[in-house]
C-alpha cells in the first residue's frame, strides 16, 4: 500500500520560512518522480515543483523560483519543500505527489498517487 505523508505545514507570517516534508512508503521510491502541488480555498489546484527520481531535474511554477527549493533523499524515502520569503498568497494545502514513470512534469494527470495534504497559511 502506497502511502505519501506530509508534514511541516503550518502557521507563518508573511516573510517567514517552513519546510514541507514527504515521507513515502509502499513504492520504490528510487525511481519514482516526486513533486508538490498545492490548492488555496476556492481556487484550482496548482503545480509548485518537481523532482525527478535521481533527483537531477528539477522544475517550479514561474511564479515560485528563486523562494521554493524541492530536494529529495532517497536514502530515507523523502521529499522536502523549502519554503522561504512566503506571502499570504502562498496559503493553501500542499499535497506530495509521486509518478511511477519517474519524469518530472508539471502535469498533475501524470501523477499516479498523491498524498492527504497539509495545511500552510501565511498571515500578513
Known amino acids: 500500500q502506497v502511502q505519501l505523508v506530509e508534514s511541516g505545514g503550518g502557521l507563518v507570517q508573511a516573510g517567514g520560512s517552513l519546510r514541507l516534508s514527504c515521507a513515502a512508503s509502499?513504492?520504490?521510491?528510487?525511481?519514482?518522480?516526486m513533486g508538490w502541488f498545492r490548492q488555496a480555498p476556492g481556487k484550482e489546484r496548482e503545480f509548485v515543483a518537481t523532482i525527478s527520481f535521481s533527483g537531477g531535474l528539477t522544475l517550479y511554477a514561474d511564479s515560485l523560483k528563486g523562494r521554493f527549493t524541492i530536494s529529495r533523499d532517497n536514502a530515507k524515502n523523502t521529499v522536502g519543500l523549502q519554503m522561504n520569503s512566503l506571502k499570504p498568497e502562498d496559503t493553501a494545502v500542499y499535497y506530495c505527489v509521486g509518478a511511477s514513470s519517474g519524469i518530472a512534469t508539471p502535469r498533475a494527470d501524470r501523477w499516479d498517487y498523491w498524498g492527504q495534504g497539509t495545511q500552510v497559511t501565511v498571515s500578513s
Open positions: 509502499g513504492l520504490p521510491f528510487s525511481i519514482y518522480a
